[in-house]
């Protein structure tokens, strides 16, 4: 049998209608809907209709049991953290006809199948929960656990808007990407045709252009703002769009920041000092990173809170101080921002970032890059200050082909200071492709 996936659509008719003539055209024997039908989107009723006219098996997103809650949208409402999340809600939840928040709602969380024999089980997350995410970079282990869940050789799942076909402890993971919204850079609509018999199953990966202008229009003509539009042209999660006019000022975020170390009893005078010339370098390799002033609040903040949990677990502080950011919601951060600065404190010492570890294997490549380039400065910064005295007054960058040279301003000897920098050069040495110098003026 011959199945198109389509999921995480969106209200994005002119996609949905792509993807659906192009399925046709393959010959499918069957469509599924792997859920999230609605949001973000100008057509959540027309792509409701539209899914539920021409799909034989379903289950509900995460965002379509959202808009069956009026709760969730009081408390959306009460926090107001993020207004086009919100306007999203309310615009979606004005727009559905009856009809078809009785159709979301009979929906099923998790649907079992069985096709040409084999067992197959739909899901929007995982299934373990209809918002647990599964991406590319999943550990494998993550993908064994969950495959211990279920008796199924292949599970179908969507959420996470990123196309990978992964196999874990004889079960294999399929997840068509973004229909409507893509998180992996290509606007373009995502879908795959699955072929189940009982030799083998194949999986063929599309992505379809479709009317992305006429979209947008019709997104600005209801009043959807710029940054929900550039997320859907760009193909990026809105959180990955934080860094334009209207997120939270970095003065504020860095008081915040302060705040949490002040109330975690961290050593104010160190943090400080390993931040300042975190700072120094980040600036003087400008022409090198090709960062923005957001990422560098990210490093500024990492700088700060990169200590944050040692009195509480000085050996594994590292990675405790990571849970504090994830978890200090006074934090004016989106949770993509703070898992960003939460895996700078992770490896400002210890191991390099490996995709097999927490968190950081389940970032975009593009995040990866940018805490893998803060990270690297991060760890030079704190190996500037290995006494916590503060010792080197000022810090000034040189590059030349192949060569990255730190200059030291300073009283006393500072040698402990110059081997521990080279010594924690090792990432951004990795980074950056350049032999890190380190040495007094």
């Known amino acids: ?67 069956l809650s009026k709760k969730k949208l009081e408390k959306m409402r009460e926090r107001a953290k993020d207004r086009d999340k919100l306007f999203s809600l309310e615009w979606t939840m004005g727009h559905l006809s009856d ?53 199924a050789e292949l599970v179908l799942c969507g959420h996470t808007h990123i196309f990978f076909d992964r196999l874990a402890a004889g079960v294999r993971f399929v997840n068509p990407g973004g229909t409507g919204r893509s998180f992996d850079g290509d606007a373009r609509a995502s879908y795959c045709l699955v072929d189940i018999a009982k030799e083998i199953v194949t999986v063929e990966h599309f992505r379809l252009d479709y ?140 191991s390099l970032p490996e995709k097999s570890h927490r968190y950081y294997g389940s970032l975009s490549a593009r995040d990866r890059d940018i805490v893998d380039k803060l990270a690297g400065i991060l760890r030079v910064a704190d190996g500037l200050d290995r006494s916590h005295r503060a010792r080197v007054r000022d810090v000034s960058v040189g590059v030349k082909e192949g060569t990255i040279a730190l200059l030291l301003e300073a009283d006393d000897n500072v040698s402990d200071e110059e081997r521990s920098a080279l010594l924690k050069g090792d990432l951004l040495q990795k980074v950056f492709r350049k032999i890190l110098v380190v040495r007094k003026r």
């Open 211 to 350: 009317d992305v202008d006429g979209l947008a229009q019709a997104m600005q003509d209801r009043g959807f703002s710029e940054r929900l539009v550039r997320s859907l042209r760009e193909g990026r999660g809105l959180d990955e769009v934080d860094d334009t006019a209207g997120s939270t000022g970095a003065q504020e975020v860095v008081a915040r920041a302060l705040e949490v170390g002040i109330r975690h009893k961290f050593d104010q005078g160190h943090a400080l000092q390993v931040t300042a010339l975190a700072l120094k370098i980040f600036d003087g390799l400008n022409d090198e990173h090709g960062l923005t002033s957001r990422e560098r609040l990210y490093l500024q903040c990492g700088g700060l809170l990169h200590d944050v949990a040692f009195a509480q677990s000085p050996d594994k502080h590292h990675k405790a101080s990571r849970d504090v950011v994830l978890e200090a919601a006074e934090l004016p951060l989106s949770r993509r921002e703070r898992i960003v600065v939460g895996l700078l404190a992770r490896y400002h010492r210890g």
């Open 99 to 151: 009809s078809s928040l009785d159709f979301i709602r009979s929906l099923p969380s998790v649907q079992p199948v069985e096709s040409d024999g084999r067992r197959v089980l739909l899901v929007h997350g995982s299934p373990e929960s209809d918002d647990d995410g599964l991406s590319p970079s999943t550990p494998a282990a993550r993908l064994e656990e969950l495959s211990r869940l279920t008796d």
């Open 1 to 67: 049998m011959k199945i198109a996936l389509i999921a995480d659509v969106h209200g994005n008719l002119p996609a949905l209608e792509a993807v659906l003539r192009h399925a046709h055209d393959k010959g499918v024997d069957e469509c599924w809907n792997l859920g999230d039908m609605v949001g973000y989107g100008p057509f959540p009723d027309e792509c409701v209709a539209l899914l539920r006219q021409s799909c034989r098996q379903h289950v509900a997103g995460n965002y379509d049991r959202k808009v």
